[in-house]
Structures are given as C-alpha cells and as structure tokens.
C-alpha cells in the first residue's frame, strides 16, 4: 500500500505492507485524510534541519544518544540515528473511510461500516490504517468521507471550546483564524455567542465573516485590544480562544488584555508561554490549556487498550468529541466544504505538501484521496526490498520479529557484524512503515506485518523474536513447529502454562533433528562471566553470590508493568535466574522472596524485592532488584565469594578479583554479551553439539521467576 512519509523536508510516497488487525482494534481501507498544515509543515521544517540544529530543539533526545553511545559506542549509535532519520517517519492524525476487519472485542462496527478515524500514532495518510477502537467513530449517513476526514481537527476545537464553557450571549475572540480557528469561531457560533476574531491575513478573516463570525478585526486597523473594548461597550470579552500558532509571548498577553475581568483564556494553538503576572493577576483571569481533542488523549490505557471512561464521571472524551463534531457537521451547523482549499490523489502527497511551503497565503485545509478497492484479497503484507542482497550457501538466513529500538540497536547491528554466518531474510513488525525502514537499512529481503509469511518462508532457517514479552512463548512456539530454529528474547514464557507447552513440544517430539531453541539470556555469553566462569571451575566449596540489580524508575503506566510486559521480575531478573543457573551448573533447590511494602503509589512492590535462592551444589545466590534508587549509582553489581577469593563485576565494563592472582579485565562500554549470543546460537546451527543454553537452564530460570513471581504476589 502507498503511505506518506516525512524524510530530510520532503514529504514522499512509499510502498509499505499492510498491517495486521489486532484485538481491540479496526483496520480500515482511507477513503480521505486531512493534512494538519501547521502540525505536518512543523514536522517537515525540523526533518530538514541538521542534526545539531535539532539537538538544540529536543535534548531530551541528546540525552538518550549520549546514554546510548557511552553503553554501546559511538559508531553504533551514530549508525542507528543515521538509519532512523533517512528511513522518515509517518505522518497524519485525521481520515476516514471503510471498515475492512474488525478485531477481537469489538462487537459494534463491522466490516463495511463507515468510520472517521484519530490519532497521530495510527490515523496516518495511508491506504489502510489500523485504528484502536476508541480512536474511531462511525459517520453519519448524510456525511461525505471528505468532510469526515477533519474529525481530529473538529475534536480539537470542539475541545477547547468545551474548556471555556461559554454561554448563550457571552463574547468571545478568536486570536488566528486558521482551520481550527474558523471551526472553532462556528462552534461557538452554535452556541449562541457573539464571535469576534482576529488574524494576520485579511482573507481569513473574510471567509470567517462568510461562516458566521460577527466581527472581524485586523492589526492594521487599529490597535486589537482597545477594538475588543469598544465593540464590548469597555468591558472586555467573556472569554479568549487561542488557536494561533507563533513563538510569540505576545498572543497570550493580548489575550489576557482583551479579556473583562474574571475572564477567561483556553490555549488551543502552539504559542509563547513567558507570562507577564500584571496581565492577568488585578483581573483575576482564569488561564485553561485545551488538550488536543479531549479527555482520553495521551492516556496509553484509553486509547489503545480500549477503556472508556463512564459518561456519568467524563462526558466529554475524544470519541465523544469526535462523534458529536460529526454530527453538528451533518446537520449543517459546522460547515467544512468551504474550507477545503484541495484534494490530492496520494500519488501526488508530494505535490500537496510542496504547494503548502509556498509563499503567501497559505490554505487553510489540504485532503488526500485514495483509491478504492472492494476486495480485501488486494491487501498486500509483503514488500520485497529491491537493494536486498542474496544470502550465500552457507549463511543462516533469519527472519526478525518485532523491529523495537532493541532489535535495532542491538540485534540488527551485531547480525552485521556477524555477516560471514547470518543473512537477513525479512523483517516482521505490526507496523509496516517500521518493518520496510528497518529492512532496507539492514538489507533484509523483504519486509512484513505477517508473522506467518515468514513461518510458511521455506528460505527462513531461523527467527529472532523480540516483541513484547507476551508474545514471547506463542511465538517461539509456533515458529519451532514450524522448523524454524529460535532466539527469543526473554522472558521465555510469563506463566506456566506456557512454559509447559514448550517443555512439550520436545518431550513430546520423536524427530531427533528438532529446532533450536536459545532465550535471549545474553549475560552468560558476555565475556566477564565466562571470565568469571573460568575462574571458579574449580571450586571446592558451594559459592556466595550476591547481584545487585539498581534497576532505575520506570513508570507504573508504562507497558513493561501490565500484561504485555509480565513485570519487572519475569522480564528483566531472568536474566540473573539464569547466570546464577550458569554459574553453579546446578539444579535449583529452594526460592524465597521479600518485597518492600511501598508507603506511596509512586513504587511497585514487584520492582523492589530480595530473592534468594540456594542450590543442588550447596551454593547461595541473592539478588537485590530495586527501582528506588538513581542512575547516576552503576546498574548492575555482582559479587562471588568462593575458595578465599572475592570475585567483583561491575556494569559488565570491570572484573575485579581480589584473593588471587587471576587477572580481571576492563572495556570502555558496556558488554552483555548480545554478539557473543548470536555467534553461539550460528555455531550451534552451523556445527550441531550441545545447545548454547541447554533446556533445563532456560526452563529453571524461567521457573525460579514464576517461583518469585508467587513469592511476591502473597
């Protein structure tokens, strides 16, 4: 399917796959998609300047880099920044067209139903988009796809009027008279206020005045605020909408100006916020921030996990917003067609964004149109890469699953560097712009959304699979019965159901030449606990171990703590089960855990806990995994007390060793052992021999998780 996307200040048409339905969500075939000409230019504009140009702009993202360059080198890193900005990024937030599949959960919609569709992480411009349901609402019968096609910049407006709360025959101005300042002035119009509104461009003003504003007012003719005080008999406006877009303070503070005392202002528009106490403070106004198109926005469980809030306790949500802008569009009360300046085949995106960078007056609204097609047998997930490479005779040919920032900025590169044994034969990702980004900057065959193309792919010898951690054991699984061998990464399996069915799979199985099957636990591949590993070998006497895990914050919203992620236990501490596992090669006896009993929300009892576990061979392993500390503290800490010796390993950068004349070791970055991993699991591949990880290893640290995981949870 072709999609727009935003590379280096252009915005370009590609082909990419289709995505996949999933529960709670709706695929549908764009009939129409609206540009938002100030959101869409500003993100073209920043794709064009130069990188230090953007540093300036988001150092939020300066700091991630510097992080990632100190961990994993500076050519690794400049080489995944490089690769994410000449792959470009999507664009869109508003369109509308036909139901194509319904996912699991939805019982309301189906296919063939027409839908308005928001969001700028899924109503994109592109021929099929799949939309969470909260995202999507059905249009009404009178109501064309063009118009429908603005709901995100309706519920925008809609929302910030909702923050004002006007009244029948107050007096409001609107400050800018773009798209969502000409809806909002009729919105408001709609609810019985007298409208007054300003813009730079006298046509706007002119075409505002067509649709129903009462008076319009230039700069040119005169001071703004003394004009707002004479056509108010000296009182001032009831109220001031915002919906300007500019780096000046000067908006809010003439805003505040024009407003009657106990007025109030609601910031829709992208403006200066340097605030001058003396305009607002004698007159007691009341200053709203208007939150894109309503209650809902933002909220990660809301908008892709499908919970509503009750009418009862939230009236207005996005959805709601979104539907009742639509509504007051088909009864004829908003009026769109006089707004749309062009419609664009998406064969010429191109053109449409370049018409919008010229000089002078600019449109106020610029849709895309898009072919339509009735059978959904057209739906192509499947991309090749036309500057693909073929794989030699001897290499393993691997199917990526899951292109997250750790596929790219660990797996990706390490399967490079290892390219004399793994050839990259596809890309599978739920997003399809991602899946053909990632395969053409890795050089994969092709790209897709498919899990199972890649699967039913006879060229196909093995699969990495690092999606999120509930798709981990369903996946491993489905791709052993396949044939294919398998590198997942951990957690293994979240429950014991799963972890089971795998277990299964080889007790059950009769053919001896069965798949390979390697958890991502990389620590034990890393060149400090083979050193480690070396050193203890032999032993007399059982071990002390002692990890401590300062894990750092992550919110209690965020995906690693809820169903997809398994916490923070099953997905991130098997790693240590697992090198406690490889370090004693023994046989897990006993697990016991305590957690902390947080005094405020802020913390999770599952991330702040001690486990202890003792071992067949008399060892003792402790792991302390806590969120409550700063990361400015080293991650990662290991002592081994054996034989009168003390064994430190610090962030997999030092070794040190005290009580012997062994030597220890030192890299400038980070070493978990992830390229070692990789070149362990060809060689097992290529030559045959024991598993990298033998099965009762990857079983036992799956098991003393799930052991804490039920320690944790009494």
Request: aromatic letters at 6%; one cysteine or more; a neutral charge.
């Amino acid at each position: 399917m072709k999609q727009v996307l935003i590379r280096q200040g252009q915005a370009i048409v590609e082909e990419i796959p289709v995505p996949q339905v999933e529960p709670g969500t709706i695929l549908v075939q764009v009939n129409h998609s609206c540009i938002s000409i100030g959101t869409e230019m500003s993100g073209i504009k920043m794709s064009s300047l130069p990188l230090w140009k953007r540093a300036l702009k988001q150092p939020e993202n300066v700091k991630k880099v510097v992080d990632m360059a100190v961990n994993q080198g500076v050519s690794r890193t400049a080489s995944l920044v490089q690769g994410k900005l000449a792959g470009g990024q999507p664009t869109g937030y508003s369109a509308a067209g036909t139901v194509l599949e319904v996912g699991a959960g939805i019982d309301d919609l189906q296919p063939g139903d027409r839908v308005a569709c928001a969001g700028a992480q899924c109503a994109h411009h592109a021929e099929v988009i799949r939309v969470p349901r909260n995202l999507i609402v059905p249009i009404p019968e009178s109501l064309e796809f063009a118009e429908a096609s603005t709901v995100t910049l309706g519920a925008i407006a809609l929302q910030g009027i909702r923050r004002a709360q006007p009244s029948l025959g107050e007096v409001f101005v609107v400050l800018g008279l773009g798209i969502l300042g000409q809806l909002t002035v009729q919105m408001l119009k709609a609810n019985g206020c007298r409208v007054i509104g300003t813009d730079l461009e006298r046509q706007r003003i002119a075409i505002a005045q067509q649709l129903g504003m009462d008076i319009g007012i230039h700069p040119d003719d005169g001071d703004t605020i003394e004009q707002v005080a004479r056509l108010t008999d000296g009182l001032g406006a009831d109220g001031v909408i915002i919906t300007a877009a500019t780096p000046s303070d000067e908006v809010v503070s003439t805003a505040f100006r024009m407003c009657r005392k106990k007025g109030r202002v609601v910031l829709v528009g992208d403006v200066g916020l340097n605030l001058n106490r003396a305009d607002f403070y004698q007159k007691e106004l009341d200053f709203f921030i208007s939150t894109s198109y309503g209650p809902g926005r933002y909220d990660h469980n809301y908008e892709e996990q499908g919970l509503d809030y009750p009418v009862s306790y939230v009236r207005w949500t996005e959805n709601r917003n979104m539907a009742e802008y639509l509504r007051l569009v088909a009864e004829g009360r908003v009026r769109v067609k006089p707004l749309i300046h062009a419609i664009y085949p998406i064969e010429q995106a191109t053109d449409a964004y370049e018409s919008l960078k010229s000089p002078g007056e600019k449109p106020l609204m610029v849709l895309l149109a898009y072919p339509q097609s009735q059978e959904t047998s057209n739906v192509v997930r499947v991309v090749p890469n036309p500057t693909a490479k073929p794989a030699g005779t001897k290499h393993i040919r691997v199917a990526l699953v899951g292109a997250g920032s750790f596929a790219k900025g660990m797996h990706l590169p390490n399967l490079q560097g290892l390219a004399d044994h793994y050839h990259l034969q596809a890309v599978v990702s739920r997003t399809g712009h991602n899946a053909m980004v990632t395969a053409k900057q890795f050089g994969a065959n092709y790209a897709t959304t498919d899990y199972q193309q890649a699967l039913q792919d006879t060229e196909v010898d093995a699969v990495i699979i690092t999606t999120r951690h509930h798709l981990h054991a369903s996946m491993a699984l489905a791709a052993m019965k396949a044939g294919k061998h398998v590198l997942v990464e951990k957690p293994l399996a979240l429950t014991k159901a799963e972890l089971s069915d795998i277990e299964g799979f080889y007790a059950s199985a009769t053919d001896k030449s069965l798949p390979i099957l390697v958890t991502g636990f990389n620590r034990r591949f890393s060149p400090y606990a083979r050193r480690i590993y070396e050193i203890i070998q032999d032993r007399s006497n059982p071990m002390i171990l002692n990890y401590r895990m300062n894990a750092g914050y992550i919110p209690l919203d965020h995906w690693v703590h809820g169903e997809e992620g398994g916490g923070r236990n099953r997905g991130e501490a098997c790693h240590i089960y697992d090198l406690f596992t490889y370090l004693t090669g023994s046989r897990v006896v006993t697990v016991k855990a305590q957690a902390i009993a947080p005094i405020t929300g802020h913390y999770s009892r599952s991330d702040n806990f001690v486990a202890t576990m003792t071992f067949a061979d008399g060892s003792v392993a402790t792991l302390t995994y806590t969120a409550l500390g700063t990361k400015d503290y080293p991650k990662e800490q290991l002592e081994v007390f054996v034989d009168g010796k003390v064994i430190i390993l610090t962030d997999y950068k030092q070794l040190a060793i005290s009580g012997s004349l062994a030597k220890g070791m030192e890299t400038k970055v980070v070493n978990k052992g992830q390229k070692e991993e990789l070149a362990a699991f060809a060689c097992v591949i290529q030559q045959g021999g024991e598993w990298s990880i033998p099965l009762w290893q990857q079983v036992q640290a799956t098991e003393i998780s799930l052991a804490v995981e039920a320690e944790l949870g009494t």
